[in-house]
T-cell receptor
Framework: ETGVTQSPTHLIKTRGQQVTLRCSSQ?????VSWYQQALGQGPQFIFQ???????GRGNFPPRFSGLQFPNYSSELNVNALELDDSALYLC?????????????FGPGTRLLVL | DQQVKQNSPSLSVQEGRISILNCDYT??????FLWYKKYPAEGPTFLIS?????DENEDGRFTVFLNKSAKHLSLHIVPSQPGDSAVYFC???????????????FGKGTLLTVNP
């Protein structure tokens, strides 16, 4: 039990639609990172937020966007869904920005785009 | 271009024996390495880490070894237990030396099965 929850657990969308995935971090965790894990692959870094501001981004297009809220919750928004967006989306929270601080992962949201 | 590689998709060992999981990386700037364990339907769980200033780090049954010249790290589990059966991910970062780059680059994972 990491104290990080994600919703929904599963989601089916069609190509071109928009989706919002949600993450609730541990209280006091100011950093949240989002990862995409395609089938048979390791998690790929999408972006990170620290105290409600984006703190870095991976190689994902602008249609992937996020928000972090003061209550330690966050969202990942994906516009104009493509078939390749089908994946497990993981969020991870940590107290600050130091890499030595353990990142706690949620169980993920599995997105299927048809 | 995969910067972190786990070339063995799976590994099977007997209970009580040693499990050795391997990981190679290509980016010599990586300065912090982590191992995560993942059970089905759960998120990855942090297991152990090592900074590039060390060669070895031990935590109970788990030891990580880092060979910087070979750009290779390994995770040793001794003795292996059936509950260790999971997917193990190796991850690397550029952030240890104080930079703000906390991003983790993961390998594809190795499925470890420990047989009773």
């Amino acid at each position: 039990e990491t104290g990080v929850t994600q919703s929904p657990t599963h989601l089916i969308k069609t190509r071109g639609q928009q989706v919002t995935l949600r993450c609730s971090s541990q209280s006091g965790h100011n950093t949240v990172s989002w990862y995409q894990q395609a089938l048979g692959q390791g998690p790929q870094f999408i972006f990170q937020y620290y105290r409600e501001e984006e703190n870095g981004r991976g190689n994902f297009p602008p249609r992937f966007s996020g928000l972090q809220f003061p209550n330690y919750s966050s969202e990942l928004n994906v516009n104009a869904l493509e078939l390749d967006d089908s994946a497990l989306y993981l969020c991870a929270s940590s107290p600050g920005k130091k890499i030595q601080e353990t990142q706690y992962f949620g169980p993920g949201t599995r997105l299927l785009v048809l | 271009d995969q910067q972190v590689k786990q070339n063995s998709p799976s590994l099977s060992v007997q209970e009580g024996r040693i499990s050795i999981l391997n990981c190679d990386y290509t980016n010599s700037m990586f300065d912090y390495f982590l191992w995560y364990k993942k059970y089905p339907a759960e998120g990855p769980t942090f297991l152990i880490s090592i900074s590039s200033i060390k060669d070895e780090n031990e935590d109970g049954r788990f030891t990580v070894f880092l060979n910087k010249s070979a750009k290779h790290l390994s995770l040793h589990i001794v003795p292996s237990q059936p509950g260790d059966s999971a997917v193990y991910f190796c991850a690397a970062s550029l952030g240890y030396s104080g930079g703000s780059n906390y991003k983790l680059t993961f390998g594809k994972g190795t499925l470890l099965t420990v047989n009773p």
